[in-house]
């Protein structure tokens, strides 16, 4: 009894079509912001994914067969195509209703999913199946499973090659309304060219061999569409994020201007209000004096490197640190960084230091609170070195850490323009976070 459910129920339901679909599916969506009482959700979506495969399967994929040779056999080709256009529908309502991303989002995952499935399908068909035969007319276990088997370990293979690279950029990807509907396009043409196969197939109009040839190009043509998202989505965020670093740094060009107005302003007011203390005389105590003049020190502490960028940048930011309580530990020869833009160098080693300013702010306050910043020459070259105490776990991606801000498609760009710097004037920039100390080292051959 068992042995018969399994045959005639389990094996045809993990080798069907909207099985195959969801895991692909599954595989593409993994890592996206998911919608509360998720597990719910994907139970619920799941079981109407199922129904309406298996009710559309025996009302639209065995009564027009069976029909070939009497009433309509020009309905067959049509009525199966409906059939996938309508689990396409389908999936793609379960994806909006699971997972918080976009329509664009959503569509870009059925059109991967489509695709992969397609692929696997095909290669398991070829792998395992001479001559053809559909999953539901396997008649005992072994092939079932076999089937199963084969199709787990390209669906494994799919995942490697063309899920997994993009894990992490599907909540950054806009999506492009123009370019993801011509590949659905492309999908659905795939899918009715599948079903006049299928149709003739059933009619054992199709020799062995051209069914095997034909699975073949329709398996190469998913593949081609596979690699062409994932190049559309790697190209697309590229140009999105060149074109925000390059705003950010025309925003922190303004910023050095804006800097080195305000701070040359600070050090006058702080001059003469010094020079009105000295006039004071015995009005107030020596005391009050000493205090007053050790608050105005604070604001008179400009920095002295020998490069003017990096002077305007370590005064503010040592106003900053005072402000938070947190000591700024500086060894800086700003004249290594003198074959560098201004701009370049404000903020490369400004990222850098604001960086390691915000995990610092983050701390407890018992904890120990510091940042250290080195700038100095060794064997010809520039060599930056900035630590900082944090706290928590640090996750890299592709050597960067990954931002704790919840907006990662707005954010993380500052660890990734001084990467762009650094590699701009021929330099390399690590990050490692070792015993609670976040180190960052870049080094910048000199010129």
Known sequence: MWADVALRVVLPLLNGFVVEL???????????????????????????????????????????YAMISSTAPWAATPAMALRFVLLYACL???????????????????VAAVSLQHAVYCATRLLTTWPPRAWSASTRCDESLAFL????????????????????????????????????????????????????????????????????????????VLVLLDDIVNRELAERDDAMLRGML??????????????????????????????????????????????????????????EALDVLLTN????CGQHGIAFERVVDGTALGFMRPTDVYALVGNAVDNAIEAVERLDGDAERYVRLTVRRDRGMALIHVENP?????RFVDGLPRTSKDDTRNHGFGTRSMRMIAQ????????????????????????
């Open 22 to 64: 969801m895991a692909c599916a599954a595989m593409f969506v993994h890592g996206a912001p998911r919608r509360r009482r998720f597990a719910v959700r994907v139970a619920l979506c799941a079981a109407g994914l199922v129904g309406v495969a298996v009710l559309t399967h025996y009302r639209v994929g065995v009564v027009p």
């Open 92 to 110: 793609y309502a379960a994806i909006r209703r699971c997972f918080d991303i976009g329509r664009w989002q959503a569509v870009f995952v059925v």
């Open 149 to 224: 088997a084969v199709s787990a370990a390209l669906l494994a293979v799919g995942y490697v090659l063309f899920a997994r690279p993009l894990h992490g950029t599907l909540e950054r990807y806009g999506g492009s309304p123009r370019l993801v509907m011509v590949f659905v396009g492309v999908m659905l043409c795939v899918d009715v060219f599948s079903c006049q196969l299928d149709y003739y197939a059933g009619l054992g109009e199709v020799s062995s061999g051209a069914y095997a040839l034909t699975m073949l190009t329709r398996m190469l043509m998913c593949v081609f």
């Open 250 to 307: 025309r925003q922190q060009r303004s910023q050095l201007e804006s800097d080195k107005a305000t701070i040359d302003l600070i050090n006058v007011k702080a001059h003469d209000i010094k020079r009105q203390l000295s006039l004071l005389g015995n009005r107030i105590s020596q005391d009050e004096i000493d205090e007053l003049s050790r608050t105005v020190g604070l604001y008179d502490a400009s920095a002295h490197t020998g490069n």
């Open 317 to 320: 930011r040592s106003l900053v």
């Open 390 to 394: 944090f706290a928590g776990q640090v």
């Open 424 to 447: 701009r004037y021929g330099g390399a920039m690590t990050m490692t976070a070792q015993r609670g100390v976040f180190l960052v080292n870049i080094v910048l051959p000199l010129r």
